[in-house]
T-cell receptor, first 111, second 111 residues
Framework: LAKTTQPISMDSYEGQEVNITCSHN???????ITWYQQFPSQGPRFIIQ???TKVTNEVASLFIPADRKSSTLSLPRVSLSDTAVYYC????????????FGSGTQLTVLP | NAGVTQTPKFRVLKTGQSMTLLCAQD?????MYWYRQDPGMGLRLIHY???????AKGEVPDGYNVSRLKKQNFLLGLESAAPSQTSVYFC??????????FGPGTRLTVL
């Protein structure tokens, strides 16, 4: 199983771009990288998924270098409502058994 | 679409009592999952199912049983509740790739 390492917490201010990096040194060839967001008292919500290079959707970008040993979730112009825990997961697409949620990164957006 | 729903939302049990948590999804997803989340921690996979009539153990299966008699429902049972099973339980479903859709959670307290 690919183990992931993320910062425990990060602070940012409204309107700034936030980058959260996840380390996954033993990522396998068929592993994808997926990020989830969780607000207090709610279930996690899918943000973005990628395999290599860059993926962008309406809420975030995911940057994956060529060696795929790390990835960076980028949130543009954060607001107070982006305060949440962000989880980085690594695993094969379609494999339920091998997805592991670590402790995540608590992002706090300050006014 | 209601997405993923969980019943009940809250429950208090005494040690040794039994109960069943119900998860229902209306997205015709093949995969369903049960997780538990303890305070300040990430989610841990209890059991999962890759299709109707199938179940498999996750990371922390002891003390729990599951059944998937219908594609849309996934039941989690506690035969003899223990205080260590006090937690928030999340159900999720997904098609055969990583994006999981989570329910709102069930907060269980075992006294």
């Amino acid at each position: 199983l690919a183990k992931t390492t993320q910062p425990i917490s990060m602070d940012s201010y409204e309107g700034q771009e936030v980058n959260i990096t996840c380390s996954h040194n033993n990522i396998a060839t068929n592993d994808y990288i997926t990020w989830y967001q969780q607000f207090p008292s709610q279930g996690p919500r899918f943000i973005i998924q990628g395999y290599k290079t860059k993926v962008t959707n309406e809420v975030a970008s995911l940057f994956i270098p060529a060696d795929r040993k790390s990835s960076t979730l980028s949130l543009p112009r954060v607001s107070l409502s982006d305060t949440a825990v962000y989880y980085c997961l690594v695993g094969p697409s379609g494999s339920a058994r091998q997805l592991t949620f670590g402790s995540g990164t608590q992002l706090t957006v300050l006014p | 679409n209601a997405g993923v729903t969980q019943t009940p939302k809250f429950r208090v049990l005494k040690t040794g009592q039994s109960m069943t948590l119900l998860c229902a999804q209306d997205m015709n997803h093949e995969y369903m999952y049960w997780y538990r989340q303890d305070p300040g921690m990430g989610l841990r996979l209890i059991h999962y199912s890759v299709g109707e009539g199938t179940t498999a153990k996750g990371e922390v299966p002891d003390g729990y049983n599951v059944s998937r008699l219908k594609k849309q429902n996934f039941l989690l049972g506690l035969e003899s509740a223990a205080p260590s099973q006090t937690s928030v339980y999340f159900c999720a479903s997904s098609p055969a790739y990583n994006e999981q859709f989570f329910g709102p959670g069930t907060r269980l307290t075992v006294l």
